[in-house]
């Protein structure tokens, strides 16, 4: 899968890409601000992981934009510290999922791409998903 992370502290884009190379994957770019990664959109990543923080007030306009430009992309809501309204928010404009920053952050990154993988796969082998058998383990 073709992973992209926009997060504007050097330090956890640092730490993110670490841990998703952790988990297998390679094909990585990281963008400091929504605007560089734009830019590279027409490279079809599979998966963005956007931080709320890092798109200020316009973090669920992103979200739409990116979904318009390919709503096969997979868009994952980093909030931070148990910004559950934002994080509701952002699936509503179509988000997959969102990851709250904190103790568990890690273990949701590998949560959520496990679940994007078994989706593929199931798509790539079956045709149309049935969502509700995938999201009831």
């Known amino acids: ?3 992209f992370v ?24 990281l963008f400091s601000d929504f605007e560089s990664m734009m830019v590279e959109i027409d490279e079809e990543p599979d998966v963005v992981f956007l931080n709320k923080e890092t798109c200020g007030q316009q973090g669920l306009d992103i979200v739409r934009k990116i979904k318009k430009h390919n709503q096969q992309i997979y868009v994952v ?18 988000a997959f999922d969102y990851i709250i920053k904190g103790h568990l952050e890690m273990e949701s990154f590998h ?25 009831s383990r």
Request: hydrophobic share 35%.
């Open 77 to 94: 809501y980093i909030c931070g510290f148990e910004d559950s309204e934002s994080a509701m928010s952002a699936l509503k404009y179509g």
């Open 6 to 29: 926009v997060e504007e502290d050097p330090f956890c884009l640092q730490m993110y890409r670490g841990y998703i190379q952790l988990l297998g994957y390679t094909d990585i770019r």
């Open 111 to 135: 949560n959520i791409l496990n679940k994007i993988r078994e989706i593929n796969n199931y798509l790539d082998n079956k045709g149309p998903v049935n969502y509700r058998l995938l999201f």
């Open 1 to 3: 899968m073709k992973i």
